[in-house]
C-alpha cells in the first residue's frame, strides 16, 4: 500500500534518485533529501554534480507533494523549522542553505565561516532541531544555530580546534545550557551554556551518533554499531557492535532510543541494545531518523514509515513501486 506516494508521483519525484535524509515538520508533515543515482560501473561525479531534491508530503493538503530541485549541492540533510512560515531547511556539507516556506522557497546566505573560525570551522556534519530552533555542527568543533533568516551564530566560544581527526559529527542537548558534541576518536565535548568542557571518554573508537534521552543519559553510538551510555565523565560500554556500518541516526522516542543504519532498526532501552521488533515492512525502511512533535520519521531506500506515538505505519514503498514502474 503506497497510500502517500502515487506511481505517478513516484516516477516523477522519486525514480533515478535514492532518499539520503528525512525530516519531520509537524505530524502530517514531513521533509526527504533525495540524490540522484548513478551506475557504478561509471566513473561516479562528485556529488556536487548529481541532482537533489527536497521534498515536502503534507498528507492532508490537496497537492500532497511538493518538490524543490537543487543543484550544487553536496551532502545534503534536513530539518524542520518553526515559525515565520518557515516549513524546514536543507542545509550541504559546505553551509548551502535552501529554506522551505508554506508557500515557495528559496537560497539563503551560507553558513558563514571557515579557516578555523566559527560559527561553521569545517563540513557540516548533522542539523536537527533542539527546543524549537535550528542547531547544525561541522568538523573543526564547531556547533552552530539559526537565529533567524540568514543569521547564524556560534555556540562558543569554540573550543579548539585540536589536532589531527577531531571534529564534530553530530550532537544532542537536553537544555541550550546541557549540549553535548561529538566526533573523530572518541572526541566529545559538553557545553554547559556558557564554555565548552572536553569529556573523559573511555574509547577511542570512531564517533557517528550522539542522543541525549529523557533518561537523563547520553547516548553515543560509535563504529560498528557500539554503544556507549553515559552523562558527564561518567561512561560505560552497553554494547560491543559488529556491523559493517555505525549507527547514523539516534533518537529518542517514547520510552527508549531507537537507532538506524542502511541495514535495519535497533531499540535501546534498559542498557539492552536489540533489533526492532517492528514488523518487516516498517524496518526496510531504515536509513535516517527524524522525532519532532510527538512524531518519529524514518526513511531510507526502500520506503518511509512514521511512528505516532502509539504504533507505526508505512508511508510508502519505494521498492513495490519501482516493481509497478518497471512493469507499466
Known amino acids: 500500500m503506497n497510500a502517500c506516494l502515487s506511481l505517478d508521483d513516484y516516477q516523477k519525484r522519486f525514480e533515478g534518485f535514492g532518499i539520503r535524509d528525512c525530516a519531520v515538520v509537524s505530524p502530517g508533515c514531513y521533509l526527504f533529501v533525495a540524490v540522484q543515482d548513478w551506475d557504478d560501473a561509471r566513473p561516479r561525479p562528485f556529488e556536487s554534480e548529481l541532482s537533489s531534491r527536497l521534498h515536502k508530503l503534507e498528507i492532508d493538503s490537496e497537492r500532497p507533494w511538493v518538490t524543490a530541485g537543487l543543484t550544487g549541492f553536496s551532502r545534503l540533510k534536513c530539518a524542520g523549522l518553526k515559525g515565520s512560515g518557515d516549513v524546514g531547511?536543507?542545509?550541504d556539507g559546505l553551509g548551502q542553505v535552501y529554506v522551505r516556506r508554506a508557500h515557495g522557497g528559496g537560497m539563503e546566505n551560507n553558513v558563514p565561516g571557515g579557516q578555523g573560525v566559527g560559527p561553521l570551522r569545517g563540513a557540516v556534519n548533522s542539523i536537527k532541531q533542539l527546543n524549537d530552533r535550528l542547531y547544525g555542527c561541522g568538523g573543526a568543533r564547531s556547533l552552530f544555530r539559526r537565529v533567524g533568516p540568514d543569521r547564524w551564530e556560534e555556540?562558543?566560544?569554540l573550543p579548539p580546534e585540536g589536532q589531527g581527526e577531531v571534529g564534530f559529527h553530530d550532537f544532542d542537548g537536553f537544555s541550550e545550557s546541557d549540549l553535548y558534541a561529538a566526533g573523530g576518536q572518541g572526541d566529545v565535548w559538553r557545553y554547559d551554556g556558557r564554555a565548552w568542557h572536553q569529556v573523559a571518554f573511555p574509547s577511542n573508537q570512531w564517533i557517528k551518533s550522539v542522543c541525549c534521552g529523557a533518561d537523563g543519559q547520553v547516548?553515543?553510538?560509535?563504529e560498528s554499531g557500539t554503544v556507549f551510555r553515559g552523562r558527564g565523565d561518567q561512561w560505560e560500554?552497553?554494547?560491543q557492535g559488529d556491523l559493517s556500518l555505525p549507527f547514523r541516526d539516534m533518537v529518542w522516542f517514547n520510552d527508549r532510543v531507537y537507532a538506524t543504519n542502511d541495514y535495519g532498526l535497533w531499540e535501546i532501552r534498559d542498557g539492552q541494545v536489540r533489533p526492532s521488533a517492528a514488523p518487516i515492512e516498517i524496518t526496510n525502511c531504515a536509513g535516517n531518523l527524524s522525532v519532532a512533535n510527538g512524531v518519529m520519521l524514518m526513511a531510507g531506500a526502500y520506503?518511509?514509515?512514521v511512528h505516532d506515538g502509539q504504533s507505526w505505519s508505512r508511508l510508502f514503498s519505494i521498492s513495490e513501486l519501482a516493481r509497478a514502474s518497471k512493469g507499466r
Open 237 to 239: 560500554l552497553i554494547h
Open 155 to 157: 555556540i562558543g566560544p
Open 303 to 305: 520506503g518511509a514509515a
Open 89 to 91: 531547511l536543507a542545509m
Open 219 to 222: 547516548y553515543v553510538g560509535a
